[in-house]
């Protein structure tokens, strides 16, 4: 006994299986798109202590840490913050010109120390680290309480 077999393919099904496929592949590329792009996050955080090397153990300071969440790697040029009065001045961290650039590969951090009593934390907007070509990563401080 023969079965015949047909299979009868209409332009309808054509159409919806070409929107099916170009509709995955869409979204899988804003996915990579989204993956590949630069994540830089600040984390602030006042009231640190350092022991050793060439700072103060007796002072307060303010850590801010560069993180690069990203897969592609990004050169850090400066830190700084920016105060919330405009006609307040803005500042660079010594630390981060003495530094000078770094770069950041996928997963690493760099961190840089603000004395705490040299500038006011109720007049500082955000912290911002600056990149190579200008672009600007913002992130506001954590206070935190003295252990010591």
Known sequence: MKFPITI???AGTVA???ALI???LLI???????????NVVLKCEANHRVIGGSYEEDK???VITVINKGRRPVTIQNVGYISKNIKDKHGILTDSLLKGSRELAEGKSTN??????QVNLEKIKYFVAYDQTGRQYKGKF???KKNI
């Open 8 to 10: 009868s393919i209409t």
């Open 16 to 18: 919806w299986y070409a």
């Open 22 to 24: 170009s509709t995955t």
């Open 28 to 38: 899988l590329r804003i996915l990579e798109y989204c993956r590949e792009r630069t």
């Open 60 to 62: 307060d300071y303010i």
């Open 112 to 117: 840089y120390l603000l004395e705490q009593d």
């Open 142 to 144: 954590k206070s935190q």
